[in-house]
């Protein structure tokens, strides 16, 4: 069975940082690139960053030099590190694992239960 474990979501301020971690499942991990979704009330599910297995990274341009993917292939964790954090990150955030093939992260169908990140003024 497939897990994904979200955490580190919270609140802050405009400006501030967070850094959320998902903790997977084994095989999952190791076979797969990771990514980082997000969601906002009344919008669809975003890519925001994803991870290949290798460690060569992608972002959405909207955090691209604020946001920071890593992986740790011992803990089979990925985890964001966000910074200069703005009014328009405030969503749920979900871990998810996939594929990377020609630049296009495709998720497979496993999703965690996500982390609710709040940004105020």
């Known amino acids: 069975q497939v897990q994904l474990v979200e955490s580190g979501g919270g609140s802050v301020q405009a400006g501030g940082s967070l850094t959320l971690s998902c903790a997977a499942s084994?095989?999952?991990?190791?076979?797969?690139?990771m990514g980082w979704y997000r969601q906002a009330p009344g919008k669809q599910r975003e890519l925001v960053a994803a991870?290949?297995?290798?460690?060569?990274?992608d972002y959405a341009d909207s955090v691209k030099g604020r946001f920071t993917i890593s992986r740790d292939n011992v803990k089979n964790t990925v985890y964001l590190q966000m910074n200069s954090l703005k009014l328009e990150d405030v969503a749920v955030y979900y871990c998810?694992?996939?594929?990377?093939?020609?630049?296009?992260?495709?998720?497979?169908?496993?999703w965690g239960q996500g982390t609710q990140v709040t940004v105020s003024s």
């Open positions: 998810n694992a996939g594929t990377y093939y020609s630049n296009t992260y495709t998720p497979y169908d496993y």
């Open positions: 084994g095989y999952i991990f190791s076979s797969s690139a």
């Open positions: 991870i290949l297995r290798g460690g060569t990274k």
